[in-house]
Every structure is written in structure tokens, then in C-alpha cells.
């Protein structure tokens, strides 16, 4: 082909926002291979957590972790790494809320192939909790934050990355940021050690298209950087997300075995195991762990399409809403919510 | 620019097996917008009456009429038109299994903005029963048939045509059509008087990119019909499904409300409504429904996000041996029906 004809084929891709990160798929043929290059992590014990007060037993744990191993998953994100004494405990939260390295290493005593992370809040984490990589069990540590942290977030990210781990910093509630303050976000983490950096839908409002958008521009403005993507299932659409990531040669996949997580949950673990063009995947034993445990688990406390995350998802809104509304006895009553959030000045009422 | 730089980028783009449909769009620089030449098919009496026996009320079909006709949505599909006398019955049915003129009247003497329809089956209908479209409250009749059947789909489309009607064919099960047999069918249908054609998801196995595939090959071999689409839930891809569809012009958007349709069911009726770019939408009343309705139906009869339909929709299978297993005590033995369906020496014991 012609110089200016590429050009011109360059410009009709960038101008639908696709494709650009699998230029080199192309090349070879295979565009709609999913998820060679992508790695899982399964969130399920922390983003579940956030559903159960993290009350999972540890043979629970200790199962997902057997079962996460032998399906190939690269990553299980085991809880919350802050410090009981900066973030107010209660005490009633099970112990994957405020990791202990002595805990995770009497739970998991030897460590196999998957590996091991951590999600850790701005302004939570106690940097004495942190030993070096080599004596702790964790091998990934992730930093989430809004936009207006980042710095906060990029020093974080620093003292983990000096001692040893592997990092993320995963900006949350993108869709509500404007560009003029991610690009201010993303220039302070291109000159971060950072090894991945999200793109997190914290509300489930994005659509297929929406993540094109974002990862074509974190791929464009961070070329140095592996990329992740966090889904929430609001709007039914975590999945095909997903999958628009691995397309693109997104590194890292955020999920949860049944889809367990907070509000609508995430992407599902089993789908992405079915669904990846990776050999080493194997989906018999995580429907096993559903089998065994997320049965009885969502039984006793909710997550999933559930109407009023619906309604959060498509007015691109936090779903604390939607979850108060669930505990309410108004659970139900699905048009006075939407009539609620859709009205503003009776809000507050 | 050069017509030859036109002649590349229409290459490109065909090669991806998108946008084929939307270039027009394109060049109004919108293409990222939903549906707005589509519309969409309620489709909740007729699939959902897969699960329950189509046992709804009167006051059920009435009440989602007139939140149909509130929400903006175009088509409901009203029940299956076929010949109790050709189709064993044994009584059970609901009355939209095999619906009356007359009955359909009284149920709803005033017709208003949405149209209905009805589906039939090839070898089930009884000429004598299909009224002229004058003298008939229904305005779309649909033809589902195999691919192996569509000499007979077109000629019950014919009579339907001949008789005034609005008309589909829907082929199901087009992922395990071979080309060649599918290339045969759209031939037929192309000399055929029919509107709309399918491209029927019935295992939902399918994801975004072969729904492009599919959109952009009926587009190409039928550019005088317009398309629909039929998705299943199986992978939770129904809804992203539907909108690759909508993003590319089809027609017709079949939908369900609460996703009700047989094993995981269909793409929610309220997520287009929330999601479409077409302002005569509105979600709230079908909210109302769901409140009112569906959560009562989900109660009794189970549709949605269940294992095994999942396990069937991987491995791209028609949902009946799921169904079966759920109706078994061992119902939630998800890694036994599992390797049942991938050990083809032990399936059949």
C-alpha cells in the first residue's frame, strides 16, 4: 500500500477509537483473537468483600486459591492491605479486610503458580505494614484512588515499587472525570514506576464503545505502560468489556468467580476462562468452587442485575444509592427509586 | 479525498466486518450513536412463555401492553400463531400459545402505538386460521424455521405477505450453519417478499465481533431487507450483542423484559430503553412492570445467568440439556453436567 494510503487507514481506525493497540494482530491476521496477551486477576475475596464484610471462611480461600491455581488465573487478589488504624474498624469485618502477611502465610502456606495481590486505598496504608517483597507473601500490591490523588497514589506506588512488588495504580470513576484532569493524572504516572494502570468503571455506566475510548487513549498517552481494566456488571456489559480489552492487548483482567462484588458485581471469572484463546485455562474448576460455595454465598447477601444498580449504572452514578435502597424495605419500589434519582430537587427528601 | 484512499478505507473496514451498515453515519460523524433507526420487539409473552408454560395473566399481557405503549417500544410479540391441532397439545398452555383473533381483541380491544406480532413454526400453522391483516389484530407475522426449512419459510412468508402482513424469517441456531447452507437460504430469502431478516443467536454462543460478521455478511447478500436480531443470554453478551446490532443499523431488536426467555434468557427490554439514542424511550414504565411482575414470575420459574446454560453457551449447544439438568435434583452439579457434555463417550449414559 501507499504512504498516504496508510496514513489514511491510521486515521479511520483512530477516528473509531479501535484497533490501534492491535495494529500488530492485524498484521498478522488474527484481530479477534481474545486475551492472548492478557493475564486474570480474580478479585473475588476483596471485591467480594465488599458484599460480605469480607466474612469468607478460610477454607473458602484456601479453595479459590487451589481451584484459581489449577484454572491458570495469574493473580487472586486475597483482600484489602490498609491498616485497621486509619481506616475506622469495627472489628465485625473478616480478616481479608485488613491483611496480616503472618494470616495469608498460615492460610496459603505454599504458594504455587497464581500469585498473589492486594488492593490498598489512599491515605489507609501504615508504610510499616509493608515488609519486602521477599519476606511477604504478596507479590502485587494495587493502589486505587481518584483522579484528584494521583500524586498521593504515584507515592504510594513508589515505596511499594522500592520494595519489591509489582504495582497498579487504578484510577476509579473514570466516567465522571473530565479529560482535562486525566491527562493531568496521566502525566503524574507516566513518570511513576508504575508497572499497570487501569482503566476502572467503578459504576458500570461504559459501554464497548466508552472502553475503546479510554484504553486507546491510555495506550496512546502511557506507550511505556501495561494497562488493566476493572469492570462493574450494572448495565450487563462487564463482560463485553472485557473482551474489548483483550482484543486490545490489555495486560491485566479484573474479575470475580460468579461475578461476586460489589453493587452488580464484576465480570465474571468462569466466562473469562471459557471465553480467552489461552491453553492454559481451564474453567472446570473454578464451576466447581460456584458449585461448592457462591451458591450459598449469594444467598445469604445479594449481588448481580439487580434493578436499582441498573438504574445507577445508566445515570452514571456511585451505586451507594442503590445498595441503601436494597437494604431499605423499599428494596423493591423500582420506579419511586428511579423517580428519586431522575428528580433532583426532591432528592434529598 | 482520492477515490482511491475511499477504496482502502472501505477495505479496511470490511475486513473488520464492521461499520459496513453504518457508513452513512460515519459520515455524519455519529457513529458511535445507538439505534436510532432501530426498533424494537418485546418479545417477553412469546419467549418467556418458554419458561412458564405461557401461563400469564390476562392482567399480565395487558398491563405490558400499556407499558409497551408508554415506553415507546414498537412491536410486542404477543404469543405463537400455530395450530393447536398441529402441534401436540395437551392442554396446559396458556392461551398465548396458540392465539385466537378474538381472544386477542378482548385482551386488548384498543390497540395504540404498538404493534403486535406473532411467531410461527414451520409445519405448525394452519392456513384457515391466518386472517386477512384487515381484519386481524395483528400487524407482524414472524417465520422461525432451521436453515434446512427456508424454501418453506419463504412460502409461509408469501401467504402471510399475500394476506397483507408485515413478515420476518428468523433462522435459528446460525452458529452451527455452514456456509454454504446459509449462502443457499439467504438466496432463497433474498427472492422472497419478506421485511426483515434474523440473525438469530438461539444458543448464545455468539459475541460482538460474530454478530458483526453476521450483521455485515446479511447486509451485504440482502441489500433490499432489513435485519433484526435474536439474542440469548448465555454469556452474558445479549445486550452487548444488541447493540453492535443497533450501532449498525438493524431494524429490529427483539428484547425481553427482565431478560424472561427460555434457559438465560434474552437482552433486557429496559437496558435498550435506558441505552438507546431514540427519545421517544422511556424505561420508567417498564420498571413499573418489572416491580408489578417479574419479580413474582422470577419467583416461580427461573430464567437468567444460570450455569449450565452458560456451560451449553460455550460450547455453542442448543440450552435443552441445561434446562433438563435444572429440572433434575442434581441441578446444581455444575462440574458433573460439565463433563458430561465435554466426554462425548460418557453422554449418553
Given at each position: 500500500?501507499?504512504?498516504?494510503e496508510?496514513?489514511?487507514?491510521?486515521?479511520?481506525?483512530?477516528?473509531?477509537?479501535?484497533?490501534?493497540?492491535?495494529?500488530?494482530?492485524?498484521?498478522k491476521?488474527?484481530p479477534?483473537?481474545?486475551?492472548?496477551?492478557?493475564q486474570?486477576?480474580?478479585?473475588?475475596?476483596?471485591?467480594g468483600?465488599?458484599?460480605?464484610?469480607?466474612?469468607?471462611?478460610?477454607?473458602?480461600?484456601?479453595?479459590l486459591?487451589?481451584?484459581?491455581?489449577?484454572?491458570?488465573?495469574e493473580?487472586?487478589?486475597?483482600?484489602?492491605?490498609?491498616?485497621?488504624?486509619?481506616?475506622?474498624?469495627?472489628?465485625?469485618?473478616?480478616?481479608?479486610?485488613?491483611?496480616?502477611?503472618?494470616?495469608?502465610?498460615?492460610?496459603?502456606?505454599?504458594k504455587?503458580?497464581t500469585?498473589?495481590?492486594?488492593?490498598?486505598?489512599?491515605g489507609?496504608?501504615?508504610?510499616?505494614?509493608?515488609?519486602?517483597?521477599?519476606?511477604?507473601?504478596?507479590?502485587?500490591?494495587?493502589?486505587?484512588?481518584y483522579?484528584?490523588?494521583?500524586e498521593k497514589?504515584?507515592?504510594?506506588?513508589?515505596?511499594?515499587?522500592?520494595?519489591?512488588?509489582?504495582?497498579?495504580?487504578?484510577i476509579m470513576?473514570?466516567?465522571n472525570?473530565?479529560?482535562?484532569e486525566l491527562?493531568?493524572?496521566?502525566?503524574?504516572i507516566?513518570?511513576?514506576?508504575?508497572?499497570?494502570?487501569y482503566?476502572?468503571?467503578?459504576?458500570?455506566?461504559?459501554?464497548?464503545?466508552?472502553?475503546?475510548?479510554?484504553?486507546?487513549?491510555?495506550?496512546?498517552?502511557?506507550p511505556?505502560?501495561?494497562?488493566?481494566?476493572?469492570?462493574?456488571?450494572?448495565?450487563q456489559?462487564?463482560?463485553?468489556?472485557?473482551l474489548?480489552?483483550a482484543?486490545?492487548?490489555?495486560?491485566l483482567?479484573?474479575?470475580?468467580?460468579?461475578?461476586?462484588?460489589?453493587?452488580?458485581?464484576?465480570?465474571?471469572?468462569?466466562?473469562?476462562?471459557?471465553?480467552?484463546?489461552?491453553?492454559q485455562?481451564?474453567?472446570?474448576?473454578v464451576?466447581?468452587?460456584?458449585?461448592?460455595?457462591?451458591?450459598k454465598?449469594?444467598?445469604?447477601?445479594?449481588?448481580?442485575?439487580?434493578?436499582?444498580?441498573?438504574?445507577?449504572?445508566?445515570?452514571?452514578?456511585?451505586?451507594r444509592?442503590?445498595?441503601?435502597?436494597?437494604?431499605?424495605?423499599?428494596?423493591?419500589?423500582?420506579?419511586e427509586?428511579?423517580?428519586?434519582?431522575?428528580?433532583?430537587?426532591?432528592?434529598?427528601?
Open positions: 500500500m501507499l504512504y498516504t496508510n496514513i489514511v487507514i491510521s486515521q479511520v481506525l483512530e477516528f473509531f477509537g479501535i484497533f490501534s493497540g492491535i495494529e500488530g494482530e492485524y498484521g491476521m488474527a479477534f483473537k481474545y486475551g492472548m496477551n492478557s486474570i486477576l480474580d478479585c473475588t475475596v476483596r471485591d468483600g465488599l458484599v460480605n464484610n469480607w466474612a469468607f471462611s478460610v477454607e473458602f480461600v484456601q479453595d486459591y487451589e481451584a484459581l491455581n489449577e484454572a491458570g488465573v493473580y487472586m487478589e486475597i483482600g484489602y492491605k490498609n491498616s485497621p488504624r486509619l481506616l475506622k474498624s469495627d472489628g465485625s469485618e473478616g480478616p481479608w479486610r485488613f491483611l496480616n502477611d503472618d494470616f495469608i502465610r498460615k492460610v496459603i502456606p505454599e504455587k503458580r500469585k498473589l495481590s492486594a488492593l490498598v486505598d489512599i489507609r496504608v501504615d508504610e510499616a505494614d509493608i515488609l519486602p517483597r521477599s519476606e511477604s507473601p504478596l507479590d502485587l500490591i494495587r493502589v486505587a484512588c483522579a484528584r490523588d494521583t497514589a504515584a507515592e504510594l506506588v513508589r515505596l511499594f515499587h522500592d520494595r519489591g512488588y509489582e504495582t497498579t495504580i487504578n470513576a473514570l466516567s472525570v473530565m479529560d482535562k491527562n493531568e493524572s496521566l502525566a503524574i507516566a513518570d511513576s514506576p508504575v508497572d499497570y494502570v482503566v476502572v468503571d467503578s459504576y458500570g455506566s461504559l459501554d464497548p464503545n466508552d472502553f475503546r475510548y479510554l484504553i486507546e487513549k491510555f495506550q496512546r498517552t502511557l511505556n505502560k501495561k494497562l488493566g481494566v476493572h469492570t462493574h456488571n450494572n448495565m456489559l462487564a463482560f463485553a468489556n472485557t474489548v480489552a482484543q486490545m492487548g490489555v495486560e483482567l479484573d474479575a470475580s468467580v460468579y461475578g461476586m462484588g460489589r453493587a452488580a458485581g464484576n465480570t465474571p471469572t468462569e466466562l473469562l476462562l471459557a471465553k480467552l484463546n489461552k491453553p485455562y481451564e474453567v472446570r474448576p464451576l466447581g468452587i460456584i458449585e461448592k460455595h457462591m451458591l454465598l449469594r444467598e445469604k447477601d445479594e449481588w448481580g442485575y439487580l434493578i436499582p444498580d441498573m438504574i445507577t449504572g445508566m445515570l452514571d452514578e456511585h451505586p444509592s442503590a445498595m441503601g435502597w436494597r437494604a431499605s424495605e423499599k428494596r423493591n419500589c423500582f420506579v427509586f428511579y423517580d428519586k434519582l431522575t428528580t433532583p430537587e426532591v432528592y434529598y427528601k
